[in-house]
């Protein structure tokens, strides 16, 4: 089985930073795209960001470009989430999300592993 750990959630100021981990057990990153996705309060769960298994691929949701930046270690077999310059809108719980297939895609139905998720929140 398929483990998603994902950490590094906290409270933080606007403006501030913020990394996010996803460690994966029992399968490679390699083997397929990884995803970050979050849910506020009231609202869908939506895409942030994803990296193709080959990691030639990276996409980022239009409301986190420039500010966030998805990488891996696969040699650590771990996915990260660099936020900087948070806004309180990025309050949300975020979950890494992983699929077989290498290709990254932008719905949560695409991902057929997800982690517990962990709870970023901005303060103003």
């Known amino acids: 089985q398929v483990q998603l750990i994902e950490s590094g959630g906290g409270l933080v100021q606007a403006g501030g930073s913020l990394r996010l981990s996803c460690a994966a057990s029992g399968r490679t990153f390699a083997a397929g795209a990884m995803g970050w996705f979050r849910q506020a309060p009231g609202k869908e769960r939506e895409f942030v960001a994803g990296?193709?298994?080959?990691?030639?691929?990276?996409d980022y949701a239009d409301s986190v470009k420039g500010r966030f930046t998805i990488s891996s270690d696969n040699a650590k077999n771990t996915l990260y989430l660099q936020m900087n310059s948070l806004k309180s809108e990025d309050t949300a719980i975020y979950y890494c999300?992983?699929?077989?297939?290498?290709?990254?895609?932008?719905?949560?139905?695409?991902?057929?592993?997800w982690g517990q998720g962990t709870q970023v929140t901005v303060s103003t």
């Open positions: 999300a992983a699929r077989r297939a290498n290709l990254v895609f932008r719905t949560s139905s695409a991902y057929d592993y």
């Open positions: 990296i193709s298994g080959s990691g030639i691929s990276i």
